[in-house]
């Protein structure tokens, strides 16, 4: 495989793939389990969590209503503080410009921190293309750099590797790329961690260009917000002479105080823990450092324009719904051949790359199967919305998109190849209350494959209680 | 129409009509609960980092007892530090006291055994340590490379909340936040405590 996510097959296809790679289903149900456990102990710490929630939604609400003005706010800030801030419409012109950016600085070697927002864009391939090479310094991103290989969660990149794989692809690939695994080395996790801080150390203190995302940026001080674990964020933050940051127009909160509620809200729904390890922030040039803001659109203001849609911009990238969705656990990251993988992929992804109008990030190419298919790749259980720290209603999102672009057989298709429901009892029965509790987003008509059939025929409606829930209650209808 | 003005013109359209959504007021801090040193130990001890409660005039000894046992011959004192502190660190027999004035290159700080600091706020709820750069923490890259750091809170900076800290803190300053030692679960979810940041941190609360 590849570095790039273009021109994969449909989530079909993929799904069907994965559901038979038992290392990645193993792996999987141990993280997205260990995970979940950690999430409800520190949520329920706090008695302020749905507080905290409505606050997290309600303040991302409020930028989004007020995008232009926020921004205009930020790149006042930046500016002020020594920053250069640069506008990028689409893919093509972010890359463009941090490609002239690094040129500009005489450099052809980058590091850079875990970035969803790069990675979307494909800004390594576009910088390799040009004679620059980017490192990433991740360690589940290196892993999967090194072994030429596709991230598949948004929070362990590399989940679908287990540790002797890890080793194979130090000893073989390390060399290759800068200073090598040592050759004794076992597959104990702590000596694969230090052969990566080896490696890795080499490079921070030759580096001079460094590239970053941001978790946050806030528009009335100009200042933008790294969590991380590693440190690897910090040595890029801190060591290079250059620092460029590329990210979302979303990714806003309007007041320094507003970042109380997502530090409480994000590393609780992310890696279940009260505080991520290192948090960096900054204002412009920080300590004499040449500081460079790129603000990326590439289809986000063609999901603010849709109503229903647009909520999915709120989106903090916790992964916190991956970590409950059924049909991810089976399937993994790698079945929704996106950047943004399990749920927020499903409604995040096509719609970025505009669902059904022929939007420049569509770059006229329509929608793709896979896109199509990506709505589907979902059984609307509603565990998404109840985990999501700011409140995205998922499975709503999900209906909406169905029924927005039609597409023949992509749901029977997603289903049946994710085979994920009718095989265990429990997720059936769990399936039909959820569905119950959403019967509100079912439209009257069916979208897709069931169109031509509901034209003419009611959707039967979902009893608010299933007859498995009602046998239980009434022992078999003797109560 | 540049890329800028076009970004600007397709929020305004996308959001043409729209519900408007009024900002919440910044919620109030909680009130502070008198058990914010005992907390702000005890989460931080949750993070697998050594921790300290001292009296107040009695922390320079704990600073030599920590610098023994680890065995650390070259440590960096940041500027600002209070005289005490740097006291205890140059008494300390075999020590070697490393300022940075000139400043050092990242090179020379991969070279040091670890760095004694102060903090800019402690936070009780989640057992962070904030650093703003200020007197008696340094640049950035001081608390960075090397393998060891010793940091010290006293009682009247620590917050009982998140929301407490960020209101005091500034910024306009270059903040770290610090929750336990480096960490990665990036291989099979095992954890394993430092990667690039100071493996060991260790801290003392000043009562
Ligand atoms: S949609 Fe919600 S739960 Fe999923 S990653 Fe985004 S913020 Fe987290």
Known sequence: MSGTFLGMPAFPGNAAAAVHDSQLRFNLRKATRTIRGKRAAV??????????????????DHTLRNLDRHLLRLEEAVTRAGGRVHWAADAAEANRIVAELVEATGETEVVKVKSMATQEIGLNEALAERGITAYETDLAELIVQLGDDLPSHIL????????????????EKMGQWGRAAPGDLTDDPRALAEAARLHLRERFLSSKVAISGANFMIAETGTLVVLESEGNGRMCLTLPETLISVVGIEKLLPRWQDLEVFLQLLPRSSTGERMNPYTSTWTGAAEGQEF???????????????EVGRQALRCIRCS?????????????????????????????TPQLHGMTRATPASHGRGISELDASLPYASSLCGACFEACPVAIDIPEVLV??????????????????AGWVFDRPVRLARTQRLGGRLRRFVP?????????WTDTRDVPDIPAESFRDWWDRTEGGTR | MNSRERILARIRTAVAGAPEVALVPARPPAAATGREVELFAERVADYRAVVHVAEPGKEGAVIAEALARRGARRVVVPGGLPREWER??????????????????????????????????????????VLDAGPGQGRRVLTLMPDYHLCLVRAGQIAAGVPQAVAALDPARPLTWISGPSATSDIELDRVEGVHGPRTLEVIVIR
Request: hydrophobic share 40%; glycine share 10%; proline share 8%.
């Open chain 1, 444 to 452: 009257g008509r069916l979208p897709g494959p069931g169109a031509a």
């Open chain 1, 400 to 417: 909406h998109l169905r029924a927005k672009a039609p597409h023949p057989r992509s749901e029977r298709l997603a289903m049946r190849a």
């Open chain 1, 43 to 60: 949520v329920g710490e706090l008695p302020d969590w749905e507080e905290l929630r409505a606050a997290g939604k309600a303040i991302k």
């Open chain 1, 292 to 306: 460079h803001l790129v603000l990326l659109d590439n289809g986000r203001t063609d999901v603010l324009a849709d």
């Open chain 1, 156 to 171: 362990v990149p590399a989940i679908h590797r287990n540790r002797s794989e890890i080793r194979e692809i130090f000893r």
């Open chain 1, 320 to 348: 916190a719904c991956l970590n409950v969705c059924p049909v991810y656990e089976r399937v993994g990251g790698h079945a929704y051949g996106s950047v943004y993988p399990g749920p927020i992929g499903a409604i995040l």
């Open chain 2, 88 to 129: 205890a660190v140059r008494d300390h027999p075999g020590c070697e006291v490393v300022t940075d004035d000139p400043p050092l290159s990242a090179a020379e700080l991969d070279a040091v055994d670890g760095v004694v600091t102060g903090c800019a706020a402690g936070i009780a709820e989640t057992g962070t340590i």
